[in-house]
């Protein structure tokens, strides 16, 4: 089974211990190979402080095998070497920071191929806040207020993180240009992780996570499992 963990920002603090243990867990254990992806953050100089401190978070989480990748912009994206070291991984991790940036580095990309392929060797790919976003097949841009293709690992929906600050906004202006797409308002330090029977979705973490689809709003807590499309 190919595991996806969606978080909704403010990663590597103590709320999201829950489900960045599960994903360990379920990707192989304390050994796994975790290989971080700082993209997101490169467009203000961010990249090297937060990768350093979600090396830091995952080690003390008690990761044996945790590097930062250098995949801060298309040209990396392209790159053997780097390529070589994300194929290596059990668990992929796409930093928050710019959606749209990070959409751009790796779709199509060498490393977005074999990151593709280490999944289906049974690896987890994660992402947080602008990684969560650019995981589905839609995201909303904030920098062009445009909704854009996103890499579609998760069909049939679309992220709004930090969901307790500004997602009742963000809910009002895409339903109507989303009709029928799954919005999944996360709150910050809280995750959702396809570990459930046959696929369905767990919340992990302090907060709530807020569906909204073709008109209901359901709200789901830690340990409630709710139910997506299918990944691809």
């Known amino acids: 089974m190919s595991f996806v963990l969606l ?47 979600a090396t830091a978070w995952f080690q003390a989480l008690g990761a044996a095998d945790v590097k930062t990748v250098a995949i801060i912009d298309r040209a990396a994206a392209e790159r053997q070497d780097l390529t070589d070291e994300v194929a290596k991984a059990r668990l992929v991790f796409l930093l928050g920071g710019f959606p749209r940036h990070l959409a751009n580095c790796l779709s199509d990309s060498r490393a977005w191929r074999a990151m593709l392929n280490a999944r289906r060797s049974g690896a987890l790919i994660a992402g947080s806040s602008a990684g969560a976003m650019v995981l589905c097949e839609r995201y909303l841009d904030p920098q062009s207020d445009t909704v854009l293709q996103g890499l579609n690992l998760v069909p049939g929906a679309c992220v709004i993180p930090h969901h307790e600050r500004y997602g009742k906004s963000w809910s009002v202006k895409l339903a109507p240009l989303l009709p029928e797409a799954a919005l999944i308002g996360i709150d910050e330090e809280t995750g959702l992780l396809n570990d459930g029977p046959g696929g369905r979705w767990t919340v992990y973490g302090k907060g709530a996570v807020t569906l909204y689809r073709r008109g209901n709003v359901d709200t789901f807590y830690h340990g409630q499992e709710l139910e997506l499309l299918s990944l691809k």
């Open 7 to 53: 978080e909704g920002g403010n990663e590597f603090n103590g709320g999201m211990a829950a489900a960045d243990r599960r994903a360990l867990e379920v990707c192989g254990g304390r050994r796994a190979p975790v290989r971080i992806i700082p993209a997101a953050a490169a467009p203000d100089q961010n990249h090297a402080r937060a990768g350093a401190k």
